[in-house]
């Protein structure tokens, strides 16, 4: 048996070192480490190396997403441009069109060519503009566009209304010269009548009650008539003056018709002064049918031709004077008597007190005086004319007798006008004719019958009211 030598020993062990240690190198170059330090230096570098690829791959999405939008939103721009520019010239079409028209009247050959030749041009470029869109051809500087194109714009509606303007200046210039027109017709027509008037007062077919060569025995219904008008005239301004006073006070105007007369249906505002109009006229023909609006002559039942005299004498006398004057000479006359019981009545102490802020004027009134104020002259003046009327009435034989129309009272054109026409233009209903006829709401003006002769009273008419047959 050999003995084991040293020196195989020695290299033997020295090729298990070097062979080790070639392990454990590789194992170094390759990531494979111990498990018991758990650092795995292979996959981090991996994963260092994915995530630099994601970061790549991400932004090149982006810039594509970018140069996307970028497009997407020259696109949208060059066609707002084309919208802009297509709206544009559709403007300047119509005010080539407007001016086109404006040239041909007056016509004018010059500008009907150059309005022609605006729209020719404007629709060429309009052809061009739907070739452009076809093509997918974009304007490459759609800011510029889109200013130019509201320039544009805003200028054919300039010229638009320029050309608009003209034309109502020309209208109002054809309305003018068809005022004057009609002007000077209203007056050739004004002077046919007044040369027609005197014709016919020359041949006594018409009669004026302010005629100072009337006698009685003339006297006719046509004069009563015609006075009557006279007579309602100072009324109604006597009635305005009284509103525009209650105005003035504050007064509530809907409250107080509504007090002369409830529940009553108006077809407009301002038809509420006819129903101051109704109370004036109730209190200044109160007594009409007695002379002298008084009992004091009423116990004769017949009147003598003296007696009709003697009132056509005071309608003479009073007519051609003045009122004020007259009361002055006569202060403790019939008619000086009349115009303060007539005022009292009239204006209520609560009323004058609102107007004026004290009672003054109604002690100067009792004590038989008339201040100088627009309301105390404008009575005067209704009070005179309706004495004149009652004179004139109880100057017939018979003497006119006064009515007035019940409210609810079916209308009737032989005894009754209307005030207001719109009662006969009301909406249709159900078709119930009798119902769907207005009925009186209140008497106006009040009516007169001079023998067979009946003068129509002026009636407010309203559906509200209960109908009832004339007796």
Not at 47 to 73: C, G, R
Not at 206 to 226: G, I, M, R
Not at 314 to 334: I, Q
Not at 415 to 430: G, I, L, Q, T, W
Request: aromatic residues 10%; proline residues 4%; glycine residues 4%.
């Amino acid at each position: 048996m050999e003995s084991v030598k040293p020196m195989d020993v020695a290299s033997g062990k020295g090729k298990l070192r070097r062979t080790f240690a070639k392990v454990i190198n590789i194992k170094k170059l390759t990531g494979v480490v111990p498990e018991d330090n758990k650092v795995e230096r292979v996959k981090k570098s991996q994963e260092n190396v994915t995530f630099d690829k994601d970061i790549v791959k991400n932004a090149a999405n982006l810039s594509e997403s970018f140069d996307k939008l970028e497009e997407e939103y020259e696109k949208r721009l060059a066609l707002e441009a084309l919208l802009a520019k297509l709206f544009a010239t559709i403007s300047s079409i119509k005010s080539g069109y407007a001016q086109l028209q404006y040239a041909q009247s007056p016509y004018d050959p010059n500008g009907i060519q150059k309005s022609d030749n605006l729209v020719v041009a404007e629709l060429k470029t309009l052809s061009e503009l739907k070739q452009s869109f076809l093509k997918n051809q974009l304007d490459p500087n759609p800011d510029r566009t889109l200013v130019l194109a509201e320039i544009q714009e805003l200028k054919s509606l300039l010229k638009t209304y320029e050309i608009m303007g003209k034309k109502l200046e020309c209208q109002l210039k054809l309305k003018d010269s068809e005022i004057i027109f009609l002007k000077e017709k209203f007056e050739e027509s004004m002077s046919q009548n007044k040369l027609m008037g005197k014709r016919l007062n020359q041949s006594g077919q018409l009669c004026n009650p302010l005629d100072h060569n009337l006698h009685l025995s003339a006297l006719n219904p046509t004069h009563f008539v015609t006075y009557l008008h006279h007579t309602v005239k100072p009324i109604r301004g006597f009635v305005k003056l009284m509103v525009d006073q209650m105005k003035l006070a504050a007064w509530d105007i809907d409250m107080a018709a509504d007090a002369i007369q409830p529940e009553v249906f108006y077809y407009k505002q301002d038809h509420k002064c006819f129903a101051f109009e109704h109370y004036v006229c109730n209190v200044m023909f109160e007594a009409f049918h007695l002379p002298y609006f008084s009992n004091e002559s009423s116990s004769k039942k017949k009147k003598s031709k003296e007696d009709k005299a003697m009132f056509f004498e005071r309608f003479t006398e009073l007519r051609s004077m003045k009122p004020k004057e007259y009361l002055a000479s006569r202060p403790k006359s019939r008619f000086a008597r009349f115009c303060r019981g007539k005022y009292l009545q009239l204006i209520h102490p609560k009323m004058e007190e609102a107007f004026f802020g004290h009672l003054h004027l109604r002690n100067q009134v009792t004590a038989g005086e008339f201040p100088e104020t627009s309301l105390c002259t404008a009575f005067l003046e209704m009070a005179k004319r309706v004495w004149l009327l009652h004179c004139l009435a109880f100057s017939f034989d018979p003497e006119a007798s006064i009515f007035q129309v019940p409210k609810g009272c079916r209308f009737s054109e032989v005894y009754m006008k209307s005030v207001a026409e719109e009662a006969f233009f009301s909406p249709e209903d159900d078709g119930n004719s009798s119902e769907s006829e207005p009925g009186v709401a209140f008497t106006v003006v009040p009516g007169f019958r001079i023998g067979k002769t009946s003068i129509q009273c002026e009636v407010y008419l309203s559906r509200s009211c209960q109908r009832h047959p004339i007796r």
